[in-house]
């Protein structure tokens, strides 16, 4: 069997922490970016009512995954109660 120089697994090592540096700031740009905040300040009001008809036709095709969302919300609402307190 043969195993692999030490050092040669620390290149290998150092090269994929770069690798993973240059994705996550190609990533960045995509993500989070301050032009994704003003589209959401700039329309508001059409975001919301785009959630709204969604919540509407979820009603009308599956109300099941309506009750899972609400259930999840009121889960993660009470745990952050009990954190504040």
């Known amino acids: 069997m043969e195993t692999p120089n030490i050092e040669e697994l620390y290149n290998e090592i150092h090269n994929l922490r770069s690798q993973v540096q240059l994705l996550k700031s190609q990533l ?14 700039n329309n508001k009001d059409k975001i919301k009512q785009n959630a709204r008809r969604y919540i509407e036709k ?24 009990s954190s504040q307190n």
Do not use: F, S
């Open 58 to 81: 979820l009603k009308d095709e599956n109300p099941e995954k309506l009750k899972e969302y609400r259930k999840k919300a009121y889960m993660n609402r009470k745990q952050r109660e």
């Open 28 to 41: 960045e740009k995509y993500t989070n970016n301050d032009r994704h905040k003003r589209y959401y300040n």
